[in-house]
């Protein structure tokens, strides 16, 4: 997608504008006394946007619309748990190659016109493609962001100025609203307001295979245990966005010295295991394990719900805890928690160096950092200051591990 951006977005974009600019002009002018009933919402690469994308598709839903959703293969489970839309009205499209990639983008183009979308939403802020997806996607009524670091022409014919001093859900509000003047003109709620209608409660029916996963990784843990979880991951495609390996090891050793009855679990994809366990065992202690690779995404929300506080960097699993309302300590730097804080009872550790943000929508989220000071400029000390307050005055009781919870006959993985 990237590749397509820099070398065919732009003048692709020039082109179909010069096509479509009066008949984008048309419907805007029109676009109030049309109801849209099918919408078609763009959110193709991150999990944690899928997440902040959520109290917008759930706005519209409670206004009678009804949201289909376009996002990567490998973000199936963040879908589902972000409750954006059923199975059903969910594309997903395939990146395992480029001969697969092309062959999905007739599968959409298939898909789209078949369901003849009133409108389309675009919520990345600075893709070229999906611009013209929604486009392709044949709808009448297109809302995106408009700024000057993504030139998108004229592709959309409801535009919504991009607000860095706004949380991005509150962007993705305002591209919701512009689809129902007539709704939002009343006021549309607040995007904290709108992200509680989608929490997720975690069902009995897994908290089993989540215990057995805990009774393995602590099996010499004989007492009630508080857990806390450390995700020192952030995807291959922002590695600035990684706090230093060798500070995790760090704050792990200092936060099991500092309270004793905690364990600490490092989270990760099955890709995460070698690098997560190379922590765990420079941690050296039986109350610190990995847990990369043994809990799916679509089990995350009930591993969060046993556990009384996230730390992580800024990536995918630090938004789906806030489903599940854990406690959530956030290291940022590339990026700025104005915009991409967690919903719910998220905090966030920021050292706005003068460089900061430097991964943004104006930049098309490239950078040229190789040496990622901002994150480097979190202390240790910092962190530990920050879980002990939270630790103290934002953790319930009943969020441990319990004895009960790692009985003996769950050590058994069959």
């Given at each position: ?63 009678g619309v009804t949201p ?101 859900s509150e962007n993705f ?242």
């Amino acid at each position: 997608m990237r590749w397509l951006d820099r070398w065919l977005g732009i003048p692709l974009c020039f082109l179909l504008s010069l096509g479509v600019w009066w008949r984008n002009r048309f419907a805007s002018a029109s676009a109030g006394g049309m109801q849209p009933r099918r919408v078609l919402c763009i959110q193709l690469a991150e999990m944690g946007s899928l997440v902040l994308a959520g109290p917008a598709v759930h706005w519209l839903r409670t206004r009678g619309v009804t949201p289909f959703v376009v996002s990567f293969a490998r973000n199936r489970d963040c879908v589902a748990l972000a409750g954006l839309a059923p199975d059903e009205h969910v594309f997903l499209w395939r990146t395992d190659n480029a001969q697969v990639f092309a062959a999905d983008f007739l599968r959409f183009l298939r898909w789209a016109w078949q369901l003849r979308f009133d409108a389309a939403i675009d919520f990345e802020p600075c893709s070229r493609f999906s611009a013209l997806l929604c486009l392709l996607a044949g709808a009448r009524l297109r809302s995106g962001f408009a700024h000057d670091g993504a030139y998108r022409g004229r592709l959309y014919n409801l535009p919504v100025r991009y607000r860095e001093d706004c949380h991005i859900s509150e962007n993705f509000l305002a591209l919701a609203a512009t689809l129902l003047p007539d709704e939002s003109s009343q006021g549309i709620p607040g995007h904290e307001a709108a992200w509680r209608e989608q929490l997720v409660a975690p069902g009995e029916v897994d908290a089993v295979p989540i215990a057995r996963v805990l009774a393995q990784a602590f099996p010499a843990v004989a007492w009630s245990c508080r857990l806390i979880l450390f995700n020192p991951n952030a995807g291959d495609l922002l590695p600035q966005r990684r706090w230093p390996a060798g500070r995790y090891v760090r704050l792990a050793q200092a936060v099991l010295q500092r309270h004793p009855e905690a364990c600490v679990g490092f989270i990760g994809a099955v890709a995460d295991d070698v690098a997560v366990s190379a922590m765990v065992a420079a941690v050296a202690s039986p109350r610190c394990a990995s847990l990369a690779g043994a809990v799916s995404v679509s089990s995350l929300p009930q591993l969060f719900a046993r556990s009384c506080l996230l730390v992580s960097n800024d990536s995918g699993p630090a938004h789906i805890a806030s489903l599940s309302q854990t406690p959530t300590l956030v290291l940022f730097g590339p990026e700025t928690p104005r915009l991409y804080l967690p919903l719910g009872r998220a905090r966030a550790l920021y050292a706005a160096l003068p460089c900061s943000p430097c991964i943004r929508p104006a930049n098309q989220r490239r950078s040229s950092c190789q040496d990622n000071l901002c994150m480097q400029a979190i202390q240790v000390e910092d962190v530990l200051t920050e879980i002990d307050a939270m630790l103290d005055g934002d953790c319930p009781n009943d969020r441990r591990v319990a004895s009960a919870d790692i009985h003996p006959s769950m050590m058994d993985p069959a």
